[in-house]
Every structure is written in structure tokens, then in C-alpha cells.
């Protein structure tokens, strides 16, 4: 019988690892401070039935590519927020953003925009944004592979901005919200929402969150500080003799809307929520958290306050508990009242000191 020859054997196949993800694509395995860790994996048969009467309902309401949005806002405002506060079903999210942002718009009124600030101009920012790309959502199937489809992606579209926009360039803060949007949409599409939020198309204007000395920051923060001691006056006393401020706490809910380390279907349902009634969705959220938590905060000294503030319980961020008492909280009044008194602060002429006569 003759011999096999070795020398031109198949080769041996290399096995392929299955890296297992969840239903967002971010690595089952992973866990720590990853924004999926609590994502709830069980899905009964009448739940997928529920959900896909629901996208039905949304599917009516949009119309083909969006054909209906607007027609349906004006005759149903009060359905299309309560519809969105439930939930916007996530097969349809990413036109959904689109539409309730004011981004498809800007899209179809600016053909050929991304593409030039992509192809044919330069940044100041690029080592910048290409230094940060690895740590936005690491554990996330598409932005993992060095240089891979999505870290290009999100490159191509920070460094569009900091083109589009020079006076904001690029903050390190800025690849969450792009990299949030690029799971949803195109890189064009991320663009022009990114437009839409920092330049204001639906709601206040967001830049400032990301200007030099970050200046909206500052301000909601002071906001932030102010309701906590509204509304949670102990604790907020508790603060002071523990030395704590909102800065030290609370700036990544506002720099990057709750993407940062933050539960991400918790995430994806703050922002469907923020794209349709704008900032103040953060200020509930964020008094929530604490709310839920008050009984707790109020005891701990300043090292595991700290701690806590940073890494709240699992029930604490389960949207379905934290968005409702959210929405409980009433905030508009009083930041419309606050922005007022900032406004007569600022245009208040200041007095000028006689010179002492000699």
C-alpha cells in the first residue's frame, strides 16, 4: 500500500474562536465597569411577541424611512412621548435619533459636506483622536480591532467635526457620544447628529460642554448642585461635611449623556429619551440615582461615598426602576428660574469704585 505523502498534505484547518457577545455585540465575558454588564439575557416567548407588536405600532407611526415622523408629532405629540419614554424599539433607533434630532435634515440639506471634511481637510486634533480611539467602548466587537472598520469609522467622524467645527475641535469626552451613535447609523449619519446636538438643531446647543474650560459643564454642575439641595436637602448637608461637589461625581453624565460606564440598554434608553425633550433628562436621572440611593449616601463617610457615587447599584440603574422615579422629578421650573437669575447676574453693569482722592 503506498504511503501518504507529507509533503503536500492538506493543511491543518485553524480553529476559529467564537468570542461570545450579547444582543448589543458588546463581550459577554467581559464585565468590571463595561457598560453591558447588566443587561438582562432572557427573552420568554411572549416578551418577543410584545416587542414585535410594538415595533409594528412604531413602524406605522414612522412611515417608510421616516415618510410619516412629522405628520404623526403634530396630530400625537403626547403618544410619541410616552411611546418614546417607553422605549424606542431598537431595530428602528437608529432613523428614530435621525428624526426626533433634527439630523436627517441637516443631511439632506448638505450633500457632500462629510465627505470633503474627510477626504480633503486636515486637523489639529487627528494624533489627539487617534491616541483616545481604543478606549472608546473597548469591549464593543466593532471598535475593538486596531485600525479595524470601526475605529476608522469613529476616526473619520471626530475628525470631521473638529474640521466642521474649529472653535470645539476634539474632547476626549466626544468619541462616546460618536461611538454611541456609529451602533446605530452610518458614519454620515453619526456626523450630522453630532452636528444636530452641539449646534443646537432641536434643543439648547451642546458645545459648551466641550469648549475650552468646558463652560456648560460648570454651569450644569452649579444647576446640579443647587437641586440636589433642593430637593435632597440632607444629603446635600451630608456633601458639605464630607467635602463632596457634583464635579467630582456627576461631569461624565453631562460630557458623555450617561454613555460612559453606564449600563448600556440603561444608556440607550436615556438617550432616546434626551434626543426628544433635550438636557433636563439628565438632571432627573442623575437626582434619581441619588434618590434611590439617598437612605445609603447620607451614612457613608467620604472614601466609600466616593466609591458609591461612582459605582451605584445594579437596581439603582435598571431603566425601569430609574427612569419612572426620573420622570417623577420635576426640574424645568426651577433650571428655567436658574438660567433666568444666571442672565441678570451676567447683564448686571458693574459698579465702578471712585478713585480715592488723595
Known amino acids: 500500500m503506498e504511503k501518504k505523502r507529507t ?55 414612522i412611515g417608510a424611512g421616516g415618510s410619516d415622523w412629522k405628520h404623526y408629532v403634530r396630530r400625537k405629540p403626547h403618544v410619541v412621548k410616552r411611546r418614546i419614554r417607553k422605549g424606542i424599539p431598537d431595530c428602528l433607533r437608529g432613523l428614530v435619533w435621525q428624526l426626533i434630532s433634527g439630523s436627517r435634515d441637516l443631511l439632506l440639506m448638505n450633500p457632500g459636506v462629510y465627505e470633503q471634511l474627510v477626504v480633503y481637510e486636515t486637523s489639529a486634533s487627528e494624533l489627539d483622536i487617534i491616541r483616545d480611539i481604543s478606549r472608546t467602548f473597548p469591549s464593543h ?66 458645545e459648551g460642554l466641550y469648549q475650552a474650560g468646558l463652560p456648560l459643564v460648570q454651569k450644569y454642575l452649579l444647576q446640579f448642585d443647587q437641586l440636589v439641595r433642593e430637593l435632597m436637602p440632607k444629603l446635600g448637608e451630608h456633601f458639605t ?21 453606564f449600563p448600556f440598554h440603561s ?56 427612569l419612572p422615579l426620573a420622570y417623577s422629578i420635576k426640574v424645568a421650573k426651577r433650571l428655567e428660574e436658574m438660567k433666568q437669575d444666571g442672565e441678570k447676574a451676567v447683564a448686571k453693569p458693574v459698579q465702578t469704585v471712585n478713585p480715592v482722592q488723595l
Open 267 to 322: 444608556a440607550l434608553r436615556i438617550w432616546d429619551v434626551f434626543l426628544a425633550e433635550g438636557i433636563n433628562i439628565v438632571f432627573k436621572v442623575g437626582l434619581a440615582l441619588l434618590k434611590h440611593c439617598h437612605d445609603d449616601l447620607v451614612k457613608l463617610p467620604f472614601e466609600e461615598l466616593m466609591h458609591a457615587l461612582r459605582n451605584f447599584p445594579e437596581d439603582a440603574m435598571d431603566p425601569d426602576t430609574l
Open 7 to 61: 509533503d503536500d498534505s492538506e493543511p491543518v484547518p485553524v480553529p476559529v474562536v467564537v468570542v461570545p457577545v450579547d444582543r448589543f455585540g458588546f463581550l459577554k465575558q467581559e464585565h468590571g465597569n463595561s457598560p453591558q454588564r447588566f443587561i438582562k439575557t432572557t427573552r420568554s416567548s411572549s416578551n418577543y411577541e410584545k416587542e414585535e407588536r410594538r415595533v409594528t405600532k412604531w413602524r406605522k407611526m
Open 241 to 261: 461635611q464630607e467635602m463632596i461637589n457634583p464635579s467630582m461625581y456627576a461631569s461624565q453624565w453631562f460630557i458623555t449623556v450617561f454613555s460612559y460606564s
Open 141 to 206: 466587537v466593532f471598535f475593538q480591532k486596531r485600525h479595524g472598520p470601526g475605529q476608522r469609522s469613529l476616526y473619520n467622524v471626530l475628525k470631521a467635526y473638529s474640521v466642521y467645527d474649529r472653535d470645539v475641535g476634539y474632547v476626549q469626552g466626544m468619541g462616546f457620544i460618536a461611538g454611541l451613535l456609529l451602533l446605530y447609523m452610518s458614519e454620515e449619519d453619526a456626523f450630522w447628529l453630532l452636528v444636530a446636538l452641539l449646534k443646537g438643531a432641536v434643543h439648547s446647543p451642546m
